[in-house]
């Protein structure tokens, strides 16, 4: 399984970005899609996931602000982020995981997210 992820970049505060995350290969139909985040210094956090069955969790810091979304047909999740923080500058990793007894963990390789003026 590979994991292609697009859409970081430099925004203002209170700017909007939009992430995409595309998974490819022999994917397990039961999976949960997420985004986790690390800020130079700091350990790798959950943002936000979703499983295929649409159930979503977000991390306290960004209710209200992000919204994730994924559709089944093209293995994608996207994550909206609006209302933009400098502290929510980090580099956001896309992750799969399945959910079976053995189960496999899979990373996309990092988009940079900068809020700054």
């Known amino acids: 399984v590979q994991l292609q992820a697009s859409g970081g970049g430099l925004v203002q505060p209170g700017g909007s970005l939009r992430l995409s995350c595309a998974a490819s290969g022999s994917i397990f139909r039961i999976n949960v899609m997420g985004w986790y985040r690390q800020a130079p210094g700091k350990q790798r956090e959950l943002v936000a996931n979703i499983a295929n069955s649409g159930e979503r969790n977000y991390a306290g810091s960004v209710k209200g602000r992000f919204t994730i979304s994924r559709d089944n047909a093209k293995n994608t999740v996207y994550l909206q982020m609006n209302n933009l923080r400098p502290e929510d500058t980090a580099v956001y990793y896309c992750?799969?995981?399945?959910?079976?007894?053995?189960?496999?963990?899979?990373w996309g390789q990092g988009t940079l997210v900068t809020v700054s003026s």
């Open positions: 992750n799969l995981k399945e959910v079976r007894i053995i189960s496999n963990d899979y």
